[in-house]
């Protein structure tokens, strides 16, 4: 199959995702970035068999204190990126403040920086301001303007607080400026709290594995093995974008990239079987993003989840089946309408037979086997991840034929480019440290948390009208939210604020977790930004508004089924939190309200959908994904009425075209 150079690749992933580019380093420089990286990635798998003494916060210390520099070293202040795009002096200085900032409650001994918290001495107040206007400098190098803005304005909020008009209820008695940079330097809620805890341990490990992965020629296969699947048909081309965006997630793990890499192998296929260019482009995000929604590699805010909820990473991983299999079945849906309604044509696809690729490649696969099996034994996350890292570099010496030097050189390669990949995220975790440091320190959550009930309870006294509205406004609060900041940092802030909401109506935390994740990532394909979407759009050359709203036909059951996990005491099914008879009944019910979107969005049934068959087919799918038997019923016989409908249409169609013949 005909692809993209690899450079026209990196060049798009850069542009259109949301962490800013990268500097294109010399070779002495680069040189200097990787044995840093190389030397980070040791520590971080060092602490993972033998911990520091001192507690998890020691190792943030230090966690940040190393990679924090690497960030001015890696990203420009300003502008794109260019050959020998080398760090100034002032790189160099931001650099260093951010080595001796981070590393200095090291100074003089931990415990007694420890020991000082809210009482903080003028130079410890120095040193801690020092690195909070290097965290946000970070954070917009390598995400933009807005997330750095927002900490801002927190920390205003935090110190101004007194002069807001007591009658307001989110004002509060102010924070003295001493005080709030104990908060973030000292304590363990600011900084160094759970979402760098997260970076440091769960994300960069993750990183290194999709790292290493990568170098055993596991993307090359999972591709190879999608093309091979489904060989020749109408929807071929349609199956094997999907299926590759899936396996292809668990190198990339992030949804922009994939859908990068995915269109630059699968674009000329879709092309070739008539694909019209928008269509394409929205099936390419629409699978790109999907991988991050789906196991064994979940994005990064799902090991905040098990962080926040103090459960497994296994146990979200459970949670996450059947949402991922109800969200596949609408791309498949929309592929097979798609298909029929442009009328696709079978591509020739030159590969082997799928039996001979597992024989040659399968292998590949055991890696993510490991992980899960290992979890399943209750192995901690950290240690199962390290050993499927293990297995994969196996793999990849495989690759090499045995060539140990090469091996070793392609090794190293990935444990410094895993610890490069994850910098933006460690900078964006460690700036929202301030948001969750300002909020717990103010009340602010819950004071916005009950705003947003008592929104929804000016609508209508009725429960349930006030969870229904209650949660169509968080979910268009976390996707406008995603808009703007990165998926993790999107995802922090609104289980902070609009978390306690539902939590305060009786939606369980982990729905109430599962639903702000899946909006949060969601927004990568909200228009009018999207960015998997305008990414999408540059591959194919087709009109980006419009690949916009395709993706958003795609993905509307992504948009739609979180809000079945928590309307209703049911929707816990979906999470596989309620017995097997009851996760079946309300799986079928939703695939049944999915199907039902399919035909709504498509425009197709048997054969092409008229206005009456679609306009029943939306009150079904809205009934059905209410998961109440009384609303399932109703829903099933909306979608039997528009099967009629159809049925009854389609005859009277054929019969006037025979009469006419």
């Not at 259109?16 to 798998?45: F, K, M, N, Q, T």
């Not at 400098?137 to 927002?150: N, S």
């Not at 940079?181 to 805890?197: E, M, R």
Request: overall charge neutral; charged content about 10%.
């Amino acid at each position: 199959m005909p692809t993209k150079p690899q450079v026209e690749v990196d060049e798009l992933i850069a542009e259109y995702d949301e962490e800013r580019p990268s500097r294109a380093l010399s070779r002495r420089w680069e040189l200097g970035v990787w044995v840093a990286g190389l030397a980070i990635a040791l520590l971080v798998l060092k602490q993972v068999f033998w911990p520091f003494g001192k507690g998890s916060q020691y190792y943030l210390v230090i966690f940040l204190a190393v990679t924090l520099p690497l960030v001015f070293l890696c990203y420009r202040p300003r502008g794109r990126r260019g050959e020998g795009d080398d760090p100034g002096v002032i790189d160099w200085v931001a650099a260093a403040l951010a080595f001796v900032a981070g590393s200095y409650p090291l100074f003089g001994g931990f415990d007694a920086f420890l020991d000082r918290q809210g009482q903080l001495t003028p130079v410890d107040v120095v040193a801690g301001s020092v690195l909070l206007v290097l965290i946000l400098e970070a954070c917009r190098r390598t995400t933009g303007w807005v997330l750095p803005i927002v900490c801002v304005a927190f920390i205003a909020f935090a110190y101004y607080g007194g002069f807001l008009p007591p009658s307001w209820d989110i004002s509060h008695a102010g924070v003295d400026f001493s005080q709030i940079i104990s908060g973030f330097y000292n304590a363990a809620t600011g900084f160094y709290g759970t979402p760098l805890d997260v970076a440091a341990t769960y994300i960069v490990l993750f990183t290194i594995y999709g790292s290493v992965l990568n170098a055993s020629g596991a993307g090359t296969f999972f591709v190879d093995i999608s093309f091979a699947a489904f060989r020749k048909s109408r929807t071929a081309p349609g199956r094997t974008a999907a299926t590759a965006g899936f396996l292809l997630g668990t190198v990339s793990g992030s949804g922009t990239a994939t859908t990068v890499s995915l269109g630059a192998v699968t674009w000329p296929m879709l092309k070739k079987a008539g694909y019209p260019k928008e269509n394409a482009g929205g099936l390419l995000a629409a699978s790109g993003i999907g991988a991050i929604l789906s196991p064994p590699t979940l994005g990064a805010a799902a090991f905040i989840i098990a962080e926040f909820l103090e459960t497994s990473y296994l146990q979200v991983l459970i949670w996450a089946i059947l949402p991922t299999l109800l969200y596949y079945l609408g791309i498949a849906l929309a592929v097979e309408i798609d298909a029929r309604k442009f009328g696709a044509k079978p591509v020739d696809i030159d590969s082997p037979s799928p039996w001979a690729l597992l024989k040659r490649g399968g292998y590949h696969f055991l890696s993510l086997a490991v992980i899960v099996v290992f979890l399943a034994l209750d192995i901690p996350v950290f240690s199962a991840v390290v050993y499927a890292t293990g297995v994969a570099a196996v793999f990849a010496l495989i690759a090499k034929r045995g060539d140990v030097r090469e091996w070793l050189r392609a090794m190293a390669d990935s444990l410094s480019s895993g610890v490069r990949s994850a910098l933006p995220v460690v900078a964006v975790c460690a700036a929202a440290g301030v948001i969750t440091s300002t909020i717990t320190r103010t009340g602010l959550g819950q004071v916005l948390a009950s705003g947003l009930v008592d929104l929804a309870a000016a609508v209508s006294s009725n429960p349930t009208v006030v969870l229904f509205v209650t949660v169509v406004l968080a979910a268009v609060a976390v996707s406008l939210l995603g808009l703007a900041v990165p998926v993790t940092a999107s995802f922090i802030i609104s289980w902070v604020v609009i978390g306690p909401a539902l939590v305060q109506l009786g939606v369980a935390p982990e729905e109430a977790a599962m639903f702000i994740f899946y909006y949060a990532v969601l927004s990568e394909v909200t228009p009018p930004t999207a960015l998997a979407a305008v990414a999408a759009a540059a591959i194919t050359g087709g009109d980006v508004m419009k690949t916009m709203w395709r993706t958003w036909k795609y993905t509307l059951p992504a948009f739609l089924v979180p809000m079945a996990f928590v309307l209703t005491d049911n929707g816990a099914g979906l999470l596989l939190r309620t017995s097997f008879v009851d996760a079946l009944w309300v799986f079928a019910a939703s695939a049944l309200g999915v199907a039902a979107l399919a035909v709504l969005t498509g425009g197709w049934l048997f054969g092409l959908a008229r206005w009456p068959e679609r306009a029943l087919c939306a009150p079904a799918a809205v009934a059905l994904l209410y998961l109440q038997p009384v609303t399932v019923a109703v829903g099933l016989g909306f979608l039997l009425a528009a099967v009629a409908v159809h049925v009854v249409l389609r005859r009277m169609t054929t019969s006037g075209k025979e009469q006419h013949a």
